[in-house]
C-alpha cells in the first residue's frame, strides 16, 4: 500500500479513490459503451450511404438507346434505393434507440455510484440507532 494511504484514514482513503479514480473510472467505462453503440451501428457510414442503393444492387442501363431497359433499369435502382433507405433508416432509429438507453442507464449509474457511500453511512447510522433502542 502506498503511503499517502497509509497517513489516512480508510474513511477519508476510500472516499478519495471513490469520488476521484473511481468516478473517472467509470466515466471513461461510459464513454467506452457509448463509442461502441455508435460503432456497432455505424452511425456515420449509415447516414452517409443512406441513399445508396440497398447493398449496391443496380442494374445498368445498357449500351444504346432502349427505352425498355432504361426504364426497368430505372425502376430498379429506384426500387433498391428505397428498399436500401428503408432498411437503413430502421437500423439508425434502432441504434438511436440503444444509444439513448445506454445513455439514461449510464445516467443512472452514476447517481448510483455517487451516492453509494452516502447510503452504507446511513444504513450503519440508522441500524446503530434502531439497536441503540
Known amino acids: 500500500m502506498s503511503e499517502a ?6 474513511f477519508f482513503a476510500y472516499s478519495k479513490w471513490h469520488y476521484g479514480r473511481g468516478l473517472s473510472e467509470l466515466l471513461a467505462i461510459i464513454g467506452n459503451f457509448l463509442w461502441f453503440v455508435a460503432h456497432f451501428f ?3 457510414l449509415l447516414l452517409r450511404t443512406l441513399f445508396a442503393p440497398w447493398k449496391r444492387m ?5 449500351q444504346g438507346i432502349d427505352l425498355g431497359v432504361y426504364a426497368s433499369a430505372f425502376i430498379v435502382n429506384s426500387l433498391m434505393r428505397a428498399v436500401g433507405f428503408v432498411i437503413k433508416s430502421v437500423v439508425l432509429f434502432m441504434g438511436l ?10 445516467f443512472f449509474i452514476i447517481i448510483i455510484w455517487t451516492l453509494a457511500p452516502l447510503v452504507l453511512i446511513g444504513s450503519l447510522i440508522l441500524s446503530a440507532t434502531f439497536f441503540a433502542i
Not at 494511504?5 to 480508510?10: A, N, T, V
Not at 443496380?58 to 445498357?62: A, D, I, L, P, R
Not at 434507440?97 to 449510464?106: N, P
Open 58 to 62: 443496380t442494374e445498368s442501363y445498357g
Open 42 to 44: 455505424s452511425f456515420k
Open 5 to 10: 494511504y497509509e497517513r489516512e484514514s480508510i
Open 97 to 106: 434507440i440503444s444509444y439513448i438507453a445506454v445513455a439514461l442507464f449510464s
